[in-house]
């Protein structure tokens, strides 16, 4: 397969890594760069111009920034399957637990560091992304607005996009979260005593 052929597959991103695989100079790139055939977007990421954009491009572009395994994670991954009213300012993204960055991570993208079983991951539009099941417990375990999560566990109930165990394990790791609670400078903020 070559490049562009790879490329249309993925928004129209392709890697250094992927040139490589292609038996392709990854120096090839930068010389099509220099002529205008690709977009340098990140170190060792292109993206071929030819291929229209659409609103997906910079999750798989966020994807395929930190050149290792890399899904979508978090309030990302609530909100593309469609699951509460999460508005995230950031990326998420979730990446092995020994990944270690070596260049300063973009603003918009939040790094979480997990080992991901495959069975918690899949796609999205070709885009990898954790599963409903993951996203909501990420959203449990990163204290997301508990309306949030009830939304986003009835939403996937409603959908028949969890198993009932899953749902029991969620409907049973909320109970058991505590509530977060006001903080300033900090530290947690008593209750007004009435």
């Excluded at 930068?30 to 954009?53: C, D």
């Excluded at 909501?136 to 939304?151: N, P, S, T, V, W």
């Amino acid at each position: 397969m070559g490049l562009l052929e790879e490329a249309t597959g993925r928004y129209g991103y392709v890697t250094a890594d992927d040139a490589r695989a292609a038996g392709v100079d990854p120096a090839q790139l930068r010389i099509m760069n220099h002529r205008g055939l690709v977009e340098h977007v990140a170190r060792g990421v292109y993206r071929f111009p030819i291929v229209p954009t659409t609103a997906l491009d910079q999750y798989m572009e966020a994807v395929l920034w930190p050149r290792t395994t890399a899904v979508l994670s978090h309030d990302t991954a609530l909100d593309l399957h469609g699951l509460c009213d999460v508005n995230p300012a950031d990326i998420h993204i979730t990446v092995p637990a020994d990944y270690r960055v070596r260049r300063d991570v973009p603003r918009m993208y939040q790094l979480h560091r997990r080992d991901l079983d495959p069975a918690d991951v899949t796609l999205h539009e070709g885009i990898p992304i954790v599963t409903v099941y993951r996203a909501i417990r990420d959203g449990i375990e990163a204290k997301l607005g508990g309306h949030l999560i009830d939304q986003a566990i009835d939403t996937a109930r409603r959908r028949g996009l969890l198993a009932p165990e899953q749902l029991n394990a969620l409907t049973h790791q909320r109970r058991v979260r505590p509530e977060r609670q006001p903080r300033r400078n900090g530290r947690p903020v008593a209750a007004a005593q009435g």
